[in-house]
Each structure stands twice: as structure tokens, then as C-alpha cells.
């Protein structure tokens, strides 16, 4: 995997994969931040990922995955991806910091394009808004969350329950005080201070979210 530019994003991108065992290139063409990175990340190099011969000299071409994350300087991160495009990368992951630079990326090669800072705000809506403890969007209008139990499924099984019917939502995991996470079953019994994983549709999520 092939990391370029080691912003806020692109460092702890390229850091937690090392943490997870990945093999990392990273790059940025600012030395002092390769500098800041090189212990944390075992293979760092200098470069300027627009220059198609200093990707061919570190063997870019080569790899199987990229992330280009470089964000504000938007000629960079179109350049770089489409070079990584023409060397046939088979995954490209970028970036970008709006939906139009998204479009540009997909035309010039990215397979996969990000928006952290937008992605992240509608995220944070969810729960400003509401009474959610986590919300994750699987797909347009499906979402994971994380809640507390609903007063009413106190002292009930999931089973008795009868959620899916009711609510059109399923319970997938649940955690007491002080545990671990664990699926729920029919026969897990709901206590006041647990912590439920539950997933549905946004409306059918938010709905069951509103009754703890
Ligand atoms: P963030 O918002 O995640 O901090 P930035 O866009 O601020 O992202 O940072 C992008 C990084 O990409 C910076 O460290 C910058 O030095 C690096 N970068 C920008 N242009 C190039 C390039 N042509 N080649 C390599 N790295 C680059």
C-alpha cells in the first residue's frame, strides 16, 4: 500500500494501517513532515508524487493499492491520481475536500473517493440531533447504531421483544457496564445500563433511538 501525502489525514491513514500490520510506503514532498513520520512509519520517502519518474524510481507502479491524500492543493492530488491511473493501479483511494474535486478525481481514475470533512458533518448531525451514541451509514437511508436500551425492553429478551416487527429494526449486538460487545440473541435479556448495536433503515434507527 502506497500512502501519498502525510496531512492530518493521510498520517493517521498510513499510521493505523502500520498498526494493523499493512506494509506502508508513505510519501510527502515536505521533508520535515517524512522527518516527523519516518520512525512511526517504518518505509517514508521524500517526493513529489506529480514528478511520474520519482513514482517509477520508488516503485509506485507496483503496488496493488494507493491513497493519495493530499487535500488543499487540488492540482497535486488530480495530477498524482491520474499518473497512478496510468500505471494501472488496480485500487486508488483519494481524497477530497469537496464534492466537485470528488467528481474530477473519478474522471481522471480514482476508484474510490472520500470526503472526511462533509462525511464526518452529516455523521456528527445524527447525533447532535438526536439521541444516538454512535451512527454509521452503511448505504443511502441504512445505518448501524450505537444507543442506549429503550425503556421499555428493560428486563425483556430480544426475543420477547419483538423489535423487528415493532420497530423493523434488529438488535445486533448488546454490552453491560464494564464488558465487552456481544451478538445478541433471542435469549439475551435487555438490563437498563446496556449499550445496544442496532441496524435498519435511517428512519427506523432514529425512531428506535428516540424511545431511551
Ligand atoms: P490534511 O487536511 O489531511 O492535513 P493536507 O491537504 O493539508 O491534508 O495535506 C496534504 C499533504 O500532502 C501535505 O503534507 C503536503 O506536503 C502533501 N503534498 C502536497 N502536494 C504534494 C505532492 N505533489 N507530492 C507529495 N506530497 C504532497
Known amino acids: 500500500m502506497v500512502v501519498i501525502g502525510l496531512g492530518r489525514f493521510g498520517s493517521s491513514l498510513a499510521a493505523e494501517l502500520v498498526r494493523?500490520?499493512?506494509e506502508v510506503l508513505a510519501l510527502d514532498s515536505r521533508p520535515n513532515v517524512v522527518q516527523r513520520y519516518?520512525?512511526?512509519?517504518?518505509?517514508?520517502?521524500?517526493?513529489?508524487?506529480?514528478?511520474?519518474?520519482s513514482l517509477l524510481q520508488l516503485g509506485v507502479h507496483q503496488f496493488k493499492r494507493a491513497v493519495v491524500a493530499i487535500g488543499t492543493e487540488l492540482e497535486a492530488s488530480i495530477l498524482t491520481t491520474s499518473l497512478l491511473a496510468d500505471f494501472g493501479i488496480p485500487h486508488i483511494w483519494a481524497k477530497a475536500t469537496s464534492r466537485q474535486h470528488g467528481r474530477?478525481?473519478?474522471r481522471v481514475g480514482a476508484h474510490h473517493v472520500v470526503l472526511p470533512e462533509?462525511?464526518?458533518?452529516?455523521?456528527?448531525?445524527?447525533?447532535?440531533?438526536?439521541?444516538?451514541?454512535?451512527?454509521?451509514?452503511l448505504a443511502e437511508h441504512y445505518a448501524l447504531i450505537k444507543t442506549h436500551a429503550p425503556a421499555e425492553a428493560v428486563g425483556n429478551t430480544l426475543g420477547e421483544l419483538k423489535?423487528?416487527?415493532?420497530?423493523?429494526?434488529?438488535?445486533?449486538?448488546i454490552k453491560r457496564p464494564g464488558e465487552e460487545f456481544t451478538y445478541a440473541t433471542a435469549e439475551t435479556t435487555v438490563g437498563q445500563q446496556d449499550t445496544l448495536i442496532v441496524a435498519g433503515?435511517?428512519?427506523?434507527?432514529?425512531?428506535?433511538?428516540?424511545?431511551?
Open 20 to 22: 494493523r500490520g499493512s
Open 201 to 212: 433503515t435511517t428512519p427506523q434507527v432514529e425512531a428506535f433511538a428516540e424511545r431511551t
Open 118 to 137: 462533509h462525511e464526518m458533518g452529516e455523521r456528527v448531525a445524527h447525533l447532535v440531533n438526536g439521541r444516538m451514541l454512535d451512527y454509521i451509514e
Open 38 to 53: 519516518a520512525d512511526e512509519l517504518t518505509h517514508t520517502a521524500v517526493a513529489d508524487s506529480t514528478d511520474p519518474e
Open 163 to 173: 423489535l423487528r416487527s415493532k420497530y423493523g429494526v434488529t438488535v445486533v449486538g
Open 104 to 106: 474530477i478525481l473519478e
